[in-house]
């Protein structure tokens, strides 16, 4: 049964009262919500109860999902959205990103893991000053391997504007990362 239909019967039966549905959705979908709360910077002691809110938000919104789109879609802009609430609600705690380990590959000298480590720690940082309509098409092309028709469909705007948002996108990170880290970022345009 493809991954759609099942959705689709798996939410009818939720939205139905049956916990064992629920409990299905939670397992299959947490390490998703869990990667989106910890792509858009929640720090890694938050991610636990960022993910049961995203889901008890889901459960009381079920009513709002739509069979004609895709379930995992309408999942991942609920849960972006909860998590960009959380950040907002949680402002002075903005700059304390705190990221979790990389374990680097053997061939890998320290020097250079350490510098990679720094850098996705100041980009990470850079990425939370982005204004929203810049920020969410980044995560989901760049950091979530999606297609810019599939990005659009969850932001709900025309593909030429998600092209044109990751364009401005990547200008503004890249001047942001090289007025603050000028010795790593260069003039700008690294990105």
């Given at each position: ?107 890998r000298q320290a020097g250079e893991s350490m510098e990679l480590d720094e850098r996705g720690r100041l980009l990470r940082a850079a990425l939370s000053e982005l204004p929203g309509k810049y920020r969410d098409p980044l995560f989901l092309v760049y950091l979530e391997s999606m297609k810019v028709d599939e990005a ?40």
């Open positions: 049964m493809p991954d759609t239909v099942r959705d689709a019967a798996t939410v009818e039966a939720a939205r139905s009262g049956d916990q064992e549905a629920f409990g299905d959705l939670v397992r299959r979908y947490q390490g998703m919500v869990a990667g989106v709360a910890w792509r858009y910077g929640t720090r890694r002691d938050e991610i636990e109860d960022v993910v049961s809110e995203v889901f008890i938000k889901m459960y009381g919104s079920l009513d709002r999902f739509r069979p004609t789109h895709r379930f995992s879609s309408w999942l991942y802009r609920l849960a972006a959205n909860h998590v960009i609430d959380h950040h907002r609600r949680n402002r002075r705690d903005r700059n304390r990103v705190e990221m979790p380990e990389q374990v680097a590959a053997k061939h659009a469909r969850i932001l709900a705007l025309p593909a030429g504007t998600v092209k044109t948002r990751l364009m401005r996108g990547r200008h503004a990170l890249g001047k942001i990362l090289a007025r603050r880290n000028p010795e790593l970022f260069g003039g700008g345009d690294a990105l």
